[in-house]
Each structure stands twice: as structure tokens, then as C-alpha cells.
């Protein structure tokens, strides 16, 4: 019968065996640099998500009827739109590469696409004022929470309202 | 295509610094509303959710100013270096506030649960709390009926030892008195006219028949005549009964106002006997309210009961606490010496007791006494003999 000590030195000394003696197993992988610009891009599609699903949420629960959360929804359509237009910059100029913007000087930039494509410069113009999409929905999630706030009793307490999870 | 960047640069700085400044005013409205109600889940949840946009906010919009600022001063490289940290902590909290929105429905209905459990919590406990109230209400009700039933107890006890006792002297001394009325006649009529013998005589029948009187009172209220029964229409025994006190009796200021029931059923019952229990009440209701008052005689069925109850109600002095419990026994009376026996509310006692009925009092001192005379109806006489008062 193995005695308590003798039974953890065993133990031991197979385990430091079989990791000592190990080969490289390389199980660190390397993904290079576009993997930053595939997770940034995952990102805004899940935040698309996020907001599209709490939009369906606030509307099947009936919450909407009420400004504060009406506002919230407002935001949420915002949040979604500049997501999208974030997206689609990032698609454009980084991930397809179909967009070159080049500086003139501090208030001058070319923008360069494919040949025929001249409509897709000025998209890109546009949608590159990204912030005309999230500060609207910035202000109308700092409405709906004001709102909320003045309520005397809000109605998201009863519990009675709305449907299951 | 060459085009101004003034546009770009201005709506990204503009843009920036107001998306800063509304998320940090998002996360003070939040905390208002937390603050409003500390234990709201979705108020919590929501000012974390603004807590996470700030830091996007932040860190996006301070790194669009920093680019801008940057490049303007012609510090590319610099920001070519810290540009990937800076997209990197964005997509980070991009992410986490991605992840933390889709915690709302949940959140949402977490609370209204806990919400449903405190108000069926809340709902349990103002049930039993009312329980528990209407338990102890109950048991202080029970309890006071007994009492009330054992002092019934007693007090029917009591009289009927009393007419035990009554009886038994009454019975032994109705044959004496008998023999004395029957040779103080048959002396009589050897008498002249005129002679003091025959006053005195006279005398001696007089008292003799006073005694017998009495001594039929007691039988009465030890019930051991028995009552000759009939279907009666408690209707016509009143009238013959206040016909009676209008004769014999001084009550021709006292008003009598009649309250009769409708659809009356007829009582069996021993008409004479009764009619002597409403004469003591309405004479006794009369010496209350000193000869100048108002007595309402009613009558009215209780079809659920078979009961009927006929009421005397004087507007008088009323009977005192104390004496509420002796009224019934006989020789009791607060009359002054001569005025009365003490055996009418006794006599009136036993004879409804041998019809098997109540007769209860209800008084309070200064608003005058009401006496009610209970009667059990049989099925047979309520069929027999309905009557339209």
C-alpha cells in the first residue's frame, strides 16, 4: 500500500515528465493585422444587432406608448443607422480598399475610387459625417431618460404590463 | 475628386465633443432616476448601460480629437501609433455595450417578477393580518355570548327553583284556603244583614280570595296549570287585551300606538293566558311612563325563525342595570308597598315559558324599556290560519 507522500512525489514526477519532454505544439496562433479590423467590424454588427433587437423588444412589450421609452427607441434607430454607416466606411476604405483618401493639405482631401464608380466618392463623403447619425441618437437617449425621470410613478414598474421574456 | 475637408473636420470635432458631453449627461439623468427609486432593476440597468456608452463616448470621441488636433499639427506618425490602441479599446467597449443591451428583456423581467412575488407577498400578508383580526373579532364575540348564555342559564336556574319552591307552598296552601272561602260562605248565608259577624266574615272571604289570587299567580309561574290550547290570531288577543286596560284601569293619557305586521300566521296558544301576559306588560309600561307617555305595542313574523314577537315599548323611565337581572323573579318589584306583588312579570314569565316561547327585556335607564313576547309558530297553524293584519 502507497503511503500519501509517496503517492503525490509519483504524481508529480509523471507530470513534470510528460511536460518536460514535450515537442512544440505551436498552439498560439498568430492572425495578423486585418484580425483587429474583422473583430472592429464583427463589433458593429453586433451593436447593430443589439440595438435592432431592443428596438423589437420596446415595441412587443408595448413600452413605446410612453415618450420616455418612445425616445429611447428613437436612439436606438440612431445607434443603428451610424453602426451601419460605420460599417460601410471601414468596408469601403479598409477592408475592400476601394476608397484611397489622400490630404492635399489641412483642408483639402482626394478621394479616389474605381473608374465609374464617381457616385461611390461622394458616398463616401457623406457617409464619413458619421456623427450627424450618433450624436442625434446620443441626445434623443439623454430625452428619453429626462423623460423617464419626470414620470411621477413609472409604468415599467407594474409588472402586469407587457409580455414574458 | 478633390473636396474640402473643412465639413469632415467640423462635424467629427463638433460631433466629438457633443457626443462627450451628452453621454456624461446621459449618465446624470440615469443617476436621477436610480436615485428616484433605488430599487427599480431596470433604472440600475439602464444607468450601467449609460455608464458603457459614456466610456465609448469617451474614448471614441477623445480619440476623433486627439486625429484631428494630431494631423493638423502634422503629428501623423504619432497618432499612426496610438491610433490602433485607440480603435482597439473602441471595439472593446463597443462590444460591452453591445452585450449589456441585450441584458434589457431580461433585466425587465426579472424585476417584474420580483415585483409580482412582493405584491403577492404583500397580498398574503394583509390577508392573514385581516384573519387574524377577524379571528380574535370572533372569539370576543363567542366569548361574550357565552357569558350572556350563562347568565341565561343561571338566571332560568334560579327561577325555576324559585317555582319549584312556589308551587310547592302554593299547592299546600290552596286546599287550606279553599276549606277557609268554602265555611266563611256557608257561614255567610246564617248571617243577617248588617250584623258585625257577617263584616267580619265578609272580611275574612275578601282576604281569603286575595290569598287565592295569589296563590294562582304562583301556579301560574310554575307553570303546573296546564294551558288550554287553540289557533289564535295574536291580533284580536291585543285588542281584547288594551279593551280590558281601558276599563279597568287610569291610562287615558298614556297614547297606545299600534305597529302590527302584515300577513300575520295564527299562534296556538292559551288565549286567556296570553292575554294576561299583555295586560301585566302594557300596565307595567304605563306605571313606566307615569300615566302621560307613549307605549307602541308591534307584532311581526320571522318566517325564518317560525317565530312571532310581539313588542311593548314604553318611552318611560326605563328599568336599571341592577334590576335588569331580577325583573322575572317573583315578588320583585320597585313599586311602592301595596302597589303591586312582584308576581306580574313573574306570572307573564311562566306563561309564555309554557308555551314554549321568550320573553326578553331591552332597557336603558332614562329612554324607556321595550319587553318582547316570543312565540314559536307550528307549520299546521301557519297554514291554518294566516291572517292579513
Known amino acids: 500500500m502507497m503511503k500519501p507522500i509517496q503517492y503525490i512525489l509519483s504524481v508529480t514526477a509523471a507530470t513534470a ?3 518536460l519532454s514535450a515537442a512544440p505544439a505551436y498552439s498560439t496562433q498568430g492572425h495578423g493585422a486585418p484580425e483587429g479590423l474583422y473583430v472592429h467590424q464583427f463589433s458593429h454588427l453586433f451593436f447593430i444587432f443589439a440595438m435592432g433587437i431592443l428596438i423589437y423588444w420596446l415595441r412587443s412589450r408595448s413600452l413605446v406608448r410612453e415618450s420616455g421609452w418612445r425616445y429611447l427607441q428613437y436612439a436606438c434607430v440612431f445607434f443603428l443607422l451610424w453602426s451601419l454607416d460605420a460599417f460601410c466606411v471601414h468596408l469601403l476604405d479598409e477592408y475592400m480598399q476601394w476608397i484611397h483618401v489622400i490630404r492635399i493639405d489641412p483642408w483639402r482631401v482626394q478621394i479616389d475610387a474605381p473608374t465609374g464608380w464617381q457616385w461611390l466618392k461622394w458616398f463616401y463623403y457623406i457617409i464619413k459625417l458619421d ?6 441618437g446620443m441626445v434623443f437617449l439623454f ?3 429626462r423623460r423617464l425621470s419626470c414620470q411621477p410613478e413609472n409604468e415599467d414598474n407594474q409588472p402586469a404590463q407587457g409580455g414574458g421574456p | 475628386m478633390i473636396v474640402s475637408a473643412i465639413p469632415i473636420r467640423l462635424v467629427d470635432m463638433a460631433g466629438s465633443a457633443l457626443m462627450i458631453l451628452f453621454s456624461l449627461l446621459c449618465v446624470q439623468q440615469a443617476l436621477r432616476l436610480r436615485r428616484k427609486d433605488p430599487k427599480n432593476l431596470v433604472w440600475t440597468y439602464l444607468l450601467w448601460l449609460c ?3 459614456a466610456g465609448f463616448a469617451v474614448s471614441r ?23 490602433p490602441v485607440a480603435g482597439g479599446i473602441n471595439t472593446f467597449l463597443l462590444i460591452i455595450v453591445a452585450a449589456v443591451t441585450l441584458f434589457f428583456n431580461r433585466v425587465r423581467h426579472v424585476y417584474q417578477q420580483i415585483n409580482k412575488d412582493k405584491q403577492a407577498l404583500q397580498s398574503a400578508h394583509n390577508e392573514l393580518l385581516a384573519l387574524n383580526q377577524s379571528l380574535e373579532k370572533r372569539v370576543r364575540e363567542r366569548t361574550d355570548a357565552l357569558v350572556e348564555h350563562e347568565k341565561q342559564m343561571a338566571h332560568a336556574d334560579r327561577l325555576a327553583s ?3 319552591l312556589s308551587s310547592g307552598i302554593a299547592h299546600e296552601i290552596n286546599n287550606p284556603l279553599g276549606i277557609i272561602q268554602g265555611y266563611t260562605q256557608l257561614l ?3 248571617e243577617p244583614e248588617g250584623g258585625q259577624r257577617r263584616e267580619d266574615l265578609q272580611i275574612i272571604l275578601k282576604h281569603a280570595k286575595s290569598c287565592k289570587a295569589i296563590v294562582e299567580d304562583l301556579l301560574n309561574f310554575a307553570r303546573r296549570s296546564q294551558p288550554e290550547m287553540a289557533d289564535i290570531n295574536i291580533h284580536e288577543v291585543i285588542e281584547d287585551a288594551l279593551v280590558f286596560i281601558r276599563h279597568r284601569s287610569k291610562m ?3 297614547r297606545i300606538e299600534k305597529n302590527f305586521g302584515q300577513d300575520l300566521p295564527a299562534v296556538r296558544m292559551d288565549e286567556k293566558k296570553i292575554k294576561q301576559v299583555l295586560v301585566n306588560l302594557v300596565m307595567n309600561a304605563g306605571h313606566a311612563v307615569s300615566q302621560s307617555g307613549t307605549i307602541t305595542i308591534s307584532t311581526q313574523y320571522d318566517p325564518r325563525q317560525r317565530q312571532l314577537v310581539v313588542g311593548v315599548a314604553d318611552d318611560g323611565y326605563g328599568i336599571e342595570k341592577r334590576h335588569l337581572s331580577r325583573i322575572f323573579d317573583p315578588f320583585f318589584t320597585t313599586k311602592p308597598t301595596g302597589e303591586g306583588t312582584g308576581l306580574g312579570l313573574a306570572v307573564s314569565y311562566g306563561i309564555v315559558k309554557s308555551h314554549g316561547g321568550e320573553i326578553v327585556v331591552e332597557s336603558r335607564p332614562g329612554q324607556g324599556a321595550v319587553f318582547r313576547v316570543i312565540l314559536p309558530v307550528a307549520g299546521k297553524a301557519i297554514a291554518k290560519g294566516a291572517y292579513h293584519g
Do not use: D, Y
Request: with cysteine.
Open chain 1, 143 to 145: 430625452l428619453g431618460l
Open chain 2, 252 to 254: 287615558e293619557n298614556v
Open chain 2, 188 to 190: 255567610l248565608r246564617g
Open chain 1, 17 to 19: 515528465l510528460i511536460l
Open chain 2, 61 to 83: 470621441s477623445g480619440g476623433h480629437i486627439l486625429k484631428q488636433f494630431m494631423t493638423m499639427a502634422g503629428l501623423e506618425p504619432v497618432w499612426g501609433a496610438m491610433g
Open chain 1, 131 to 136: 456623427h450627424l447619425l450618433c450624436v442625434p
Open chain 2, 51 to 53: 455608464f458603457c456608452l
Open chain 2, 162 to 164: 324559585i317555582g319549584q
